[in-house]
């Protein structure tokens, strides 16, 4: 019989690892909060850079579950380390155990009402990376229904590089998705003006300057470089946004329709709160603390526990889907090597 | 506008306000700006409504007003709010209340210094002793007067004799309300719904049936700024300030503005003068201007008193308009009689902005 | 009216809502290139009239997308075309300037 491999979390982490650990041979078991598999994937409509349907990449991955147990809707309600591995008790009241034990924890989505002078929740033409997604998506959204777009913002690092929202870290995947979403938003209102609010652009991935470059040639997106200061609502029933126009020099507004804010990534706290029942190491970010970061990302501190995807920090989807790979042979590895 | 989302906020950012015996320390300079807002804030809180409110002649300025125009260093500033303490210590009373949102700011900011720095705390001490033989004890609470009608809105709801209802149309008055800066923006969780959408006046208009209106310009400061008013060769700027608002609000056709601070009513009114003599332009309707009150005023008006006694007709802005909408009775003939009937003389009338 | 020794201060907000874009509207039909331009001030540091002239096509390019007139800044370019050799996006910049002066000269 062999030795379960506890994972846990189902996004995209977790699925290519499970996917991978159950082709070597071994037998993963899936724990995840939500009533499905894919993480903030399954929220998201298309990904960069190739604006594929998030669905597809899913699609792709779910084939390769087949035998892997999985617990949907479950949390772990207590991680214990024995000598031979992990214990948990599951919130259905199940218990588990793994030699092995894997974090595909991931992320939680910033919660763009903190940054109050945005007006998230307050004003109905705000709202998030993820609210736009889920409307590519759905199509249903109250905020955005049965209104001509003709002037929309994004602004960037909504949560991210800022001390006072907690979260000094760059959240590295939210410039390319505002250029993304802004494009999509240009092809479904060709006639609307967009202007991206950005600190710094950060496009370092493959395609994504081609992006950038196609944003401003093909669409006419402005970029303005200067952090939005605060939102107000106009007696017309749309947003005005205050920035600073960096580039002269000068205080900038302009009325928008709609006001997208890019909500950044934020360490799981209940992750965090697992990682400190086996007393794992928390690097000062929040986030889990890999061995190195270097050669070690998907290593811990401790024996048989690993890494995949963003609960070591932030990620973008081939980097987490190149670490769950990875984790998943270091973790048959080490099976192999206790044996 | 999600009017819940603002609830959520409003309700992450309640304070704890107590419900009596308070120490009243009063303002440098609203006593000549608007000379009956702190008697009927005395009147009402304590007379009225029946709460234990204590001063002391032997009271001083708290030095915000020269700390923030660079005339005096902060440990100056804190000696003096030490010495306030003491008074209160020796009074017996353990929360503050401040008339002066400047006062409230210059509080919060020293105990706050404080609690970071306490060798600076020691110093003070020491400075205190040496000058005056005095000791104190820090408060437990420190409010800001509008914190408590705040507090007392509803009780002074259930005494309204007018309310702030357009009596013709039944419409409720749509309302400014303006935040002194040094109320929440220096440390938002020590005001009653924070920096970014203050409740503490809302609370009160919406108490008193008016409805609030959101502009753009609402978070904008009035432009008094210190130094920006004080030195003349920065006034231009500080008059901007309020026109900007001025500007902002006008589309929203507000009937009333309501404050909290000593130096926002006071610009808010008198720059729609100079802006009405430089620019030609007035705010209000048929050529008046938005009237602008204190919240010491707007609950004396809700309460029914004469508003000859509470002190509007030093206003630039005439408040009739607004007496008229609230079916407020008011007699234009004893508008220019001061304390025991004494003839306080008519001022000349501007060109630009019309008044009575 | 009254003179009180102070009045208004002019606002310096770029206000996006009033802008005026229909000179950039006009270059970007001749030079589509105009949308690449990214800020990087490669021109503007490479430029023989900024030092004593105040050239700098970066802040022409940027008046033109505020709707504010770059005519004063212009008029200092001396058209020696080195900042078409150093623009990384590859924007014909002594072209785009030239096609700039055509649309003045129409004016």
Redesign the interface.
Known sequence: MKENVIILGGGIAGMEAARQLLLLGERPVIVERADHLGGHVADWHRLFPDKSPAEDLLEGLRPGLEGAEIHLGTTVSSLNALKDGYNLTLSDGSKLHGRALLFATGFELFAAERKEEYGYGIYNQVITNRDLERWFNTGKDSRLSGRPLSKIGFVHCVGSRDLKAGNPQCSKVCCMTAIKQAIELKERFPFAEVYCFYMDLRLFGKKYEDFYIGAQRDWGIHFIRGRVSEVAETLDGRVVVKAEDTLSGRPLKVSLDLLVLMAGMLPNPSATALARQIRLDVDDDGFLRSRDNLAGIIASNRPGVFYAGACTGTKTVPETLAEARSAALAIHNYLQDAK | MIYQGKQKIWSDYQKEIPDDHWFYVRSCIRQNFFPASEAYFVKVVRDLLGRDLYETPHHTTCGGIAYHSDTIPQETAMTIVARQFSLMKEAGYKNLVTSCITSFGNYCEILETWREFPELEARIREHLWKACRREFDKPEYVCHASDVIYKLRNEIAARAKFRLVNKETGEPLRVVEHIGCHYNKMFPSKGVGGAEYPYVLCGMVESWGGQVIDYPERRHCCGFGFRQYLVKANRGYSMSNSHKKFESMEPFRPDMIITNCPGCPYFLDRWQYVVAETQGKTYGQGGFGIPVFTYEEVAGLVLGYDPWDLGLQVHQVAPEPLLDKMGVPFNPETKYLGLNKKDILRPSLPSGLKCF | ??D??????R???????EADRSLWLRLEKLE??L?????CGSCSASCTAAELGGMSL?KVI??L??GRDPAPIVSACMLCGKCSMVCP?GINTRHLILSLCRIYEKK
């Open positions: 009216m009254t009180f020794g102070y009045t208004l201060s606002s310096s907000t770029v206000n996006l809502d589509p290139d949308r690449l331009c990214m800020a970066r940027l008046d997308d505020r996006r």
